[in-house]
């Protein structure tokens, strides 16, 4: 079956340190992935983007890694902060060109001062 | 900066009742959808529209549900009969583009508890 997986085990950092989140797809060969923030009680709001000839993607403190022999992709910030709080959550479009996003479950991240 | 809006923020509605849930994309955008959020548990894809039309729909988007632009600026889900399990956050986003190279802009959401 088709499935999009993110650690459900919320991850609590250090402030200061990298988090590194993780998602992976199985049955699905997407010619791209999205990473969206949620705050609770809140839209998501959109991240980076990255696309499958595309190793890596860069803004400001966010990196995201997509490997598609992996089938996984990897989703970095770098010297945290607790207003970087938030579930994070992966998605993808199945047939790459009609908007229809299909969402992880997301990873709560959690920055201590 | 352009935002989708939505309205109400919170729908409370008796089980059986009609229930029309508003939503005004950004003003450029051509390319619209409904997701939900069941407390706990994973955004999911109801629909796109777009041209008036709907794109996709997804297996939760029964008969019970239809969408609407009835003019320029916006744009409804409508749910027929409402049943307990379509207690949920409703969230509209907006694309100025079809496809998934381009990002989705969501609203804020809007609470619908079924009693």
């Known amino acids: 079956s088709q499935k999009i997986e993110q650690n459900s085990e919320a991850l609590n950092i250090q402030e200061g340190k990298t988090a590194t989140l993780t998602c992976n797809y199985t049955?699905?060969?997407?010619?791209?992935l999205q990473w969206y923030r949620q705050d609770p009680g809140r839209g998501p709001v959109f991240l980076l983007l990255?696309?499958?000839?595309?190793k890596e993607k860069r803004k400001e403190r966010l990196k995201v890694t997509f490997d598609t022999t992996l089938k996984q992709s990897l989703f970095h910030i770098t010297a945290s902060q607790p207003a970087d709080s938030a579930t994070y959550l992966c998605?993808?479009?199945?047939?790459?060109?009609?908007?229809?996003?299909?969402f992880g479950q997301g990873t709560t991240l959690q920055v201590k001062p | 900066e352009p935002e989708v809006t939505q309205t109400p923020s919170h729908q409370v509605t008796q089980m059986g009742q009609e229930v029309i849930l508003r939503c005004v994309p950004i003003?450029?955008?051509?390319?619209f959808y409904w997701y939900r959020q069941i407390l706990g548990q994973k955004v999911e894809f109801l629909v796109s529209?777009?041209?008036?039309?709907?794109?996709?729909k997804s297996e939760i988007f029964d008969d019970q549900f239809s969408v609407e632009r009835p003019d320029g600026s916006n744009f409804t889900l409508k749910i027929r009969s409402t049943k307990l399990e379509d207690s949920a956050m409703y969230f509209c986003?907006?694309?100025?583009?079809?496809?998934?190279?381009?990002?989705?802009?969501f609203g804020p959401g809007t609470r619908l508890t079924v009693l």
């Open positions: 986003a907006s694309s100025e583009r079809a496809g998934g190279y381009n990002e989705q802009f």
């Open positions: 049955n699905y060969s997407p010619a791209y």
């Open positions: 990255i696309r499958e000839n595309e």
């Open positions: 998605a993808l479009d199945p047939q790459g060109n009609t908007g229809k996003l299909i």
């Open positions: 003003s450029n955008h051509l390319y």
């Open positions: 529209f777009y041209n008036n039309e709907i794109s996709e």
